[in-house]
């Protein structure tokens, strides 16, 4: 008799994890080993169709509507946890919501928040939070749809893609717990844990970029056991090793309306709700190039693909000489199409340098040994407090980048001229202090292969494989 095939269910509640997870590869290797299940959002029917040939099992994530208690119980702990980890990220956004709370005209309620929040704001106190938030969704109001068809996929191992922004998919890891399942979860990005909220529910397991999101990790979450958080680096960064992907300048300056003979600098713009104005910055860094002699460098724009604002769309009409090619991400859940992951790998190859806002593409454009340069000053002639672009290079994810030399850093505009200057004239001045950084940040799981450490690692904790 054929013994029954281990289950493991892998939760893609946004866009970027079906990238990591499912576009990368890692589902198709899982795969080979074990039936497959997915619970994930469905952005379009392209992506369900991909989808639909990735899983053996595949169901379409709901909302569930929360009831009141449980949203106004994991409102008040993102405030308490905020106020717990007061990193310069989380006092920022205390300022800023003391900020809009005055503008809104709602200090009262916000005062309240606050004298509610403070008294459990220690690891003891948040930790006691936990437990009430954990009780009240898995006894109080657990999901009955969620307990049913977890009951029904009967996994091994349950591993949710993103561990934070991820309203949609706490049902499902709460039934996940109260079953009793073994769950892991992927720590998304390398700001999270100081930049963003609790992590709720609590895993059996945690992947981690690095290890100094490792130490963070164990030093902000008590209860998380040293042998239970695995580094594998990210897979967003894999696509990168992919070198059939990779364009000749000529093929790629033909899909985006480049000159291929003419240096290219790379603008990428980050989000709104920090780089508040930022369509003034880039005009200016636009009119400082338009003023630079033969060959001018051309000005690439890749906007932010999560911004669907439009704040950009009055620069891009009046302003011909910034190229801002189509970003191919479907607005659904935010999420990177396939023909985006080689289009984003080559405008990094074929860039000459990058411009860009304390964002994570430094370390990408290092990766390539591409000169980044960092804007640190504020939109000229904007009052745009309490946001400050120069705070942001002292929040404590951004801080190791500042202090490495591998970036040329403007604290004004005036600055930016010489350094693109200087950045093209010497594309390999701080090659060194780049290839020290990544090192340092990434150790040896920056190879393209972090994909199949995140595979294998489910495998062996759904208990197919042993160390």
């Known amino acids: 008799m054929n013994e029954k095939k281990l289950t493991i269910l892998l939760v893609l509640g946004r866009g970027e994890t079906i990238r990591n997870f499912v576009l990368s590869g890692m589902a198709a290797y899982l795969r080979q080993y074990v039936s497959l299940a997915a619970i994930a959002v469905f952005p379009n029917d392209e992506i369900r169709e991909i989808l639909e040939n990735e899983f053996d099992e595949l169901y379409e994530l709901k909302n569930i509507k929360r009831n009141r208690i449980s949203g106004y119980l994991h409102d008040w702990i993102d405030i308490v946890h905020g106020r717990f980890l007061w990193s310069g990220v989380a006092q920022w956004r205390?300022?800023?919501?003391?900020?809009?709370?005055?503008?809104?005209?709602?200090?009262?309620?916000?005062?309240?928040?606050?004298?509610?929040?403070?008294?459990?704001?220690?690891?003891?106190?948040?930790?006691?939070?936990?437990?009430?938030?954990?009780?009240?969704?898995?006894?109080?109001?657990?999901?009955?749809?969620?307990?049913?068809?977890?009951?029904?996929i009967n996994p091994d191992h349950v591993f949710n893609g993103s561990h934070i922004h991820n309203k949609n998919t706490l049902p499902i890891m709460h039934a996940a717990n109260k079953l009793g399942l073994k769950t892991s979860t992927f720590l998304f990005s390398w700001d999270n844990l100081t930049s963003q909220g609790r992590i709720l529910p609590s895993y059996n397991k945690y992947i981690v970029w690095n290890e100094s999101i490792k130490k963070d990790l164990l030093s902000i979450y008590r209860k998380i056991k040293e042998e239970d958080v695995y580094i594998s680096g990210t897979p967003q960064f894999d696509f990168h090793f992919k070198k059939e992907n990779f364009w000749s300048r000529e093929i790629y300056c033909a899909k985006i309306g480049a000159d291929p003979h003419?240096?290219?600098?790379?603008?990428?713009?980050?989000?709104?709700?920090?780089?508040?104005?930022?369509?003034?910055?880039?005009?200016?860094?636009?009119?400082?190039?338009?003023?630079?002699?033969?060959?001018?460098?051309q000005l690439v724009v890749r906007v932010y693909p999560k911004d669907t604002t439009g704040r950009f769309d009055l620069v891009k009409a009046r302003r011909p000489d910034i190229i801002f090619p189509k970003i191919p991400w479907e607005k659904n859940y935010l999420t990177p199409m396939p023909?985006?992951?080689?289009?984003?790998?080559?405008?990094?190859?074929?860039?000459?340098?990058?411009?860009?806002?304390?964002?994570?593409?430094?370390?990408?454009?290092?990766?390539?040994?591409?000169?980044?340069?960092?804007?640190?000053?504020?939109?000229?002639?904007?009052?745009?407090?309490?946001?400050?672009?120069?705070?942001?290079?002292?929040?404590?994810?951004?801080?190791?980048?500042?202090?490495?030399?591998?970036?040329?850093?403007?604290?004004?505009?005036?600055?930016?001229?010489?350094?693109?200057?200087d950045a093209l004239a010497h594309p390999l001045k701080y090659e060194v202090q780049q290839k020290q950084l990544i090192e340092k940040f990434f150790g040896d799981k920056l190879d393209g292969k972090s994909y199949l450490r995140i595979a294998d690692k489910l495998l062996e904790w759904a208990g197919l494989r042993k160390n």
């Open 94 to 152: 205390w300022k800023l919501r003391d900020h809009e709370a005055k503008e809104k005209g709602k200090t009262f309620k916000r005062s309240m928040q606050k004298i509610v929040a403070l008294p459990f704001a220690s690891a003891g106190g948040i930790e006691f939070l936990d437990k009430i938030e954990r009780i009240q969704n898995e006894t109080i109001s657990p999901s009955n749809y969620y307990l049913d068809l977890l009951k029904k």
């Open 262 to 297: 003419k240096p290219i600098i790379l603008y990428t713009t980050g989000m709104l709700n920090i780089q508040v104005g930022e369509e003034a910055v880039l005009e200016g860094i636009a009119d400082r190039i338009a003023e630079m002699p033969e060959p001018r460098p």
């Open 339 to 421: 023909e985006d992951l080689v289009l984003w790998t080559n405008m990094l190859i074929h860039c000459e340098m990058g411009i860009n806002v304390a964002s994570t593409v430094s370390l990408e454009l290092c990766m390539f040994s591409k000169p980044c340069l960092n804007v640190a000053y504020n939109p000229p002639g904007l009052n745009i407090y309490p946001k400050d672009y120069p705070s942001v290079y002292q929040w404590e994810h951004y801080v190791p980048l500042t202090n490495s030399g591998a970036l040329y850093i403007a604290y004004s505009e005036a600055e930016i001229v010489e350094m693109i200057k």
